[in-house]
């Protein structure tokens, strides 16, 4: 059952994405599709936001490429890799074994959508943040987040969102003086203020150090796609990720992880949080919970001794590879779909 599995998904971003097509296309030998055109909006099946910019930057054709000649199915350039999208004609004329839900606004629109097609495909909620189970109760679930009280009669599996660990390799080089963070957002905007002015204030402290801000709406720009972004994580000898809130899965930290590099972080973002079990205060990262700027530097600087740097990054991957192994996790995930209900 479901051995080369034909799935449609709604796209959340595009690392959550480019994992389920990993998963489903390059383990299970399946297809995976994308909503693209408005009907899927003027239908109800789409609810991400109600505004038309945004339904025209998720749902446009005319940011794809046709693929073939009946205009159902689009090729879609993203950040590293080529998604397809599928129309809402084309959704039921295709064979869909597995509809995924990846917002808990798209649990009831996709619960009718399995129920009006002709194949009666399962229903699967995808949760890479921590929302509760019951924002949108569905009987089969893949979690890449932290989740806890789940009910007994939940066809339910615990996973790590893959990545491409050909592009994210470790590197145990003794990199330059520079420190990077890849934190989206990240500036004196609501919610990173107190975290962004530490990380200026180090700044300014560190001189001889190279200070490097990395994502959407950053100072420095955007590491553009997988291959610049684990190359400039390789070229940096700490990571920063000071990101008030936590993440639900991570990607950020765990391609640090795979890459071997070790970040400096404020744990108490990552209580109840999957991305906590990379963390051991100078074994794999560098906590600075109510430390001051200059207490920061201090044991920045003590890290940074090329033989404990060494025995950090060690820690580092020898963790990473102990606590992810997406080969056994892709077979758990077949066995998974065999229960779905």
Known sequence: ???????????????????????????????????????????????????????????????????GTDNSIFLCPDTGFTGKGITLKGFYQMPVDIVIASLPQHIEPFRRLCKSHPNK????????????????????IMASALITGVPEHIHFISYHQEFDLSVFYPD????????????????SSEGYAFDWNLFETVERLMPDWTFKS??????DGYAVGPDELAKQMKQSRFIWHTKNGGDGYGHIIYNTAAVAKPMI??????????GRELMIDGK??????????????????????????????K???????RKVDFDNEGKSIQNFMKGLK
């Open 265 to 274: 972080v404020k744990m108490e973002y990552y209580q109840n949080k999957m």
């Open 172 to 187: 145990f080089s003794y990199p330059g003086q520079k420190i990077s963070s890849f934190v989206n957002c990240f500036s």
């Open 214 to 219: 990395f994502g959407n709406v950053c100072r």
């Open 315 to 321: 820690n580092v991957y020898k963790n990473f590879k």
């Open 121 to 140: 495909p399962k229903l699967i909620y995808q949760i890479g943040n921590s929302w509760a189970i019951e924002a949108g109760l569905a009987h089969n």
């Open 1 to 67: 059952m479901y051995s080369k599995p034909i799935v449609f998904s709604d796209y959340h971003h595009g690392s959550l994405f480019y994992s389920l097509t990993l998963l489903f296309e390059r383990r299970l030998g399946g297809t995976i599709f994308q909503p693209i055109g408005d009907d899927w909006y003027t239908h109800g099946f789409w609810k991400v936001f109600d505004h038309p910019d945004t339904v025209k930057q998720y749902l446009d054709p005319s940011r794809a490429e046709p693929y």
């Open 284 to 313: 794999t990262c560098i906590a600075i919970d109510g430390l001051s700027p200059q207490e920061v530097v201090n044991k920045i600087l003590y890290y940074s001794d090329e033989k404990k740097y060494e025995n950090l990054c």
